[in-house]
T-cell receptor, first 116, second 113 residues
Framework: DARVTQTPRHKVTEMGQEVTMRCQPI?????VFWYRQTMMQGLELLAY????????DSGMPKDRFSAEMPDATLATLKIQPSEPRDSAVYFC??????????????FGPGTRLTVL | QQQVKQSPQSLIVQKGGISIINCAYE??????FPWYQQFPGKGPALLIA?????SEKKEGRFTISFNKSAKQFSLHIMDSQPGDSATYFC????????????FGQGTTLQVKP
């Protein structure tokens, strides 16, 4: 049963610390998405990779957030320095874009981040 | 123009009733409309999806109705069950562009026994 995995599942940190979240997409998927979910904003797209290349990171605060795909089996989202307003659940999703551009996204279980 | 507006924000339905959630969009380039279901503590999961070349798609108790001229689509859950209690998100995508999904704000559904 192929699944998107995310680590850690929970993270509590203090303001100013660096946070790194990791995602393993489903094998064979060529798209990876990072979302942030809060009660107020709902699901916000932070970054989008296709074939490991960043396609869209317009939703990401550039001064403190960065997203990378060092290889096809790993995507990372870093926050440095973290702030209390970054507290949220961060989801990674992966999918496979075919010729028609169809893109079902499979979500991981999320990382619940609390910044004190 | 990239927004997808979803309503209601929350919904309470009796067991056996029909749950209806509505979404509206502006971008006529959108050509893929999925619905995702999210249980507490879990990531969203694809429930059902439709393309604009059909007006309705049914999978079990779940039906999407699509009105292209009105730029609206809705999710109907027939014979709602307590196990359907979850948050539902509509979404839309222009698959000829980046293919990214634009999500609605979500609807929290509670089905009372």
């Amino acid at each position: 049963d192929a699944r998107v995995t995310q680590t850690p599942r929970h993270k509590v940190t203090e303001m100013g610390q660096e946070v790194t979240m990791r995602c393993q997409p489903i094998l064979g998927h060529n798209t990876v998405f990072w979302y942030r979910q809060t009660m107020m904003q709902g699901l916000e797209l932070l970054a989008y990779f296709r074939n490991r290349a960043p396609l869209d990171d317009s939703g990401m605060p550039k001064d403190r957030f960065s997203a990378e795909m060092p290889d096809a089996t790993l995507a990372t989202l870093k926050i440095q320095p973290s702030e209390p307003r970054d507290s949220a659940v961060y989801f990674c999703a992966s999918g496979r874009v075919g010729l028609a551009g169809y893109n079902e996204q499979f979500f991981g279980p999320g990382t619940r981040l609390t910044v004190l | 123009q990239q927004q997808v507006k979803q309503s209601p924000q929350s919904l309470i339905v009796q067991k056996g009733g029909i749950s209806i959630i509505n979404c509206a969009y502006e971008n006529t380039a959108f050509d893929y409309f999925p619905w995702y279901q999210q249980f507490p503590g879990k990531g969203p999961a694809l429930l059902i999806a439709i393309r604009p070349d059909v007006s309705e798609k049914k999978e079990g108790r779940f039906t999407i109705s699509f009105n292209k001229s009105a730029k609206q689509f809705s999710l109907h859950i027939m014979d709602s069950q307590p196990g359907d209690s979850a948050t539902y998100f509509c979404a839309a995508s222009d698959t000829s562009n980046t293919g990214k999904l634009i999500f609605g704000q979500g609807t929290t559904l509670q089905v009372k026994p």
